[in-house]
């Protein structure tokens, strides 16, 4: 399976931010996936922000928790992203992720005026 980010790259500070990740290769809904989204701010780790499983079950980082909301669309065989009042913290480099380990080449977000 491949996975791909996409979206803006620039973010007006408390706007919403909103990233989509095409999957091609298999459908979103097989039951052997869980599709994670994880950033990684510049000169810091990677963070898992949320997952969705193949039935549209959601988790999310207790940190993002109140920010953020993933979904799906399986006509679109695609997932989203979204992180509301968004602040420079949150420029990172956004990453789509499968539980079998593929990742996106991750899309730059940055969050300024």
């Known amino acids: 399976v491949q996975v791909q980010e996409s979206g803006p790259g620039l973010v007006k500070p408390s706007q919403t931010l909103s990233l989509t990740c095409t999957v091609s290769g298999d459908s979103i809904t097989a039951n052997y996936y869980i599709w994670r989204w994880i950033r990684q701010p510049p000169g810091k780790g990677l963070e898992w922000m949320g997952s969705?499983?193949?039935?549209?079950?959601?988790y999310y980082s207790p940190s993002l928790k109140s920010r953020t909301s993933i979904s799906r669309d399986t006509s679109k065989n695609q997932f989203t992203l979204q992180l509301t009042s968004v602040t420079p913290e949150d420029t990172a480099v956004y990453y789509c992720?499968?539980?079998?380990?593929?990742w996106g080449q991750g899309t730059q977000v940055t969050v300024s005026s």
């Open positions: 992720v499968t539980n079998l380990g593929e």
């Open positions: 969705i499983n193949y039935s549209g079950g959601t």
